[in-house]
């Protein structure tokens, strides 16, 4: 078998919460960058990228010319690919940029076809350790909603049968201690004690604030508190994890495999989480939650459940699946959510199907 072509396309997707409709700002979109490769057997293998922001013309670019210099190669052989193109680009150039992210694209892609080819779905082909994983809605708790708003996302989710759910604090407008916590307090107070909650501070936090600020809400008891501070302040995220009986999560503003490591002898963090895109794809991922399982510390994803639920399946150290509904809307179906869970798909490969009306609809 061989890739005989691939073809990068823009697209602007919708920035909406169809999770409890609580859109932060009507009208918004996201740039994506997504991937069709095909293979002289006729298969498809789909993979995308983003966070190219105002770079995104030069990431689709980017995955371009990468993906260029898999014409003719062995879709099956991804490590000598991978290896192709940084000694191409990335040994340069890269890493930690451009390069990741659109590596990320090419790798995805490569995923798909050889699970189309051995007609397997991901999850089996990268350990296929269970068949349904735990997943917790994302992106609806935002900051930027009052208290009330917060609650009321808060109980929409829970009637939707979330059973984990994550809201965020660092809020607007330079608040004190005490109304940052007071945000946790209120959404824990609208959900009852048994849902599981995480809050997300997006890096906002100076490690000493981090420390004030989580000691006052352990009695909260949040699932974990993600991205404390500076994501490669390894020394000053361990000082936060050192300090506080809440777990602290982190890892999604990485690139690559390597720093992983540096996060990890630091005991920078309790709970390992990787972004698929800047760490370069399938192939990375697996490898930092090889690394994370060697350290005896769980893994979570960052975005795309509809990818990552294979690759949280896959791994046993794997904890919970981030249902963040950026991209749902690309795909002709979705893997469904039954009690809280994620369920699998038996389809080969990815599992998922490009919606063309959307991509068209999206398209810029
Ligand atoms: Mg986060």
């Known amino acids: 078998m061989k890739i005989t072509s691939a073809v990068a396309t823009t697209l602007a997707i919708p920035e909406d919460d169809p999770l409890a409709n609580m859109p932060e700002e009507v009208g918004r979109t996201r740039p994506v960058v997504i991937l069709r490769m095909r293979t ?42 991978v290896r192709k193109l940084r000694a191409a680009a990335g040994d340069n150039c890269g890493p930690g940029g451009i390069f990741d992210l659109a590596l990320a694209a090419i790798d995805i892609a490569l995923w798909d076809i050889k699970g189309k080819f051995l007609n397997q779905p991901l999850y089996k082909l990268l350990g296929g350790y269970r068949d349904k994983v735990p997943t917790y809605a994302s992106g609806s ?76 809400i352990e009695d ?4 974990w508190l993600e991205d404390v501070t500076t994501a490669n302040d390894y020394q000053g995220l361990a000082r936060v994890t050192a300090a506080l009986k809440t777990p602290i999560a982190g890892g999604e503003y990485l690139y690559g495999i390597a720093p992983f490591r540096q996060m990890m002898e630091a005991h920078s963090v309790d709970i390992i989480m990787v972004d698929i895109i800047r760490a370069g ?68 490969g990815l599992g998922l199907t490009f919606d063309e009306a959307a991509v068209k609809a999206f398209t810029v």
């Not at 794997?318 to 959510?337: N, S």
């Open 220 to 223: 909260v008891g949040l699932f």
């Open 40 to 81: 002289d057997n006729g298969i498809e293998g789909i993979g995308l990228t983003f966070y190219g922001g105002a770079m995104t013309g030069s990431l689709r670019v980017a995955v371009d010319e990468l993906a260029a210099l898999t014409i003719g190669e062995d879709p099956l052989m991804i490590e000598r690919i």
């Open 281 to 348: 794809g399938v192939t990375q991922w697996m490898k930092i939650a090889g690394m994370a399982e060697a350290f005896n510390l769980p893994i979570v994803s960052h975005v795309m459940p509809e990818i990552l639920v294979h690759l949280v399946a896959a791994a046993p150290n794997g904890l919970t699946v981030e249902y963040m509904p950026w991209m749902l809307a690309l795909y002709e179906e979705t893997p469904a959510i039954e009690n809280g869970m994620l369920i699998l798909p038996d389809k080969p």
């Open 141 to 216: 708790l935002r900051r930027g909603l009052s208290d009330s708003q917060a609650q009321r996302a808060a109980q929409i989710l829970v009637q939707k049968g979330f059973t984990e759910m994550k809201t965020q604090m660092a809020l607007p407008g330079n608040p004190t201690p005490a109304e940052e916590c007071r945000r946790v307090r209120v959404v824990r107070e609208a959900i009852g004690p048994d849902i599981k909650l995480m809050c997300d501070i997006n890096q906002r936090w100076r490690p000493e604030q981090a420390i004030d600020i989580g000691s006052r």
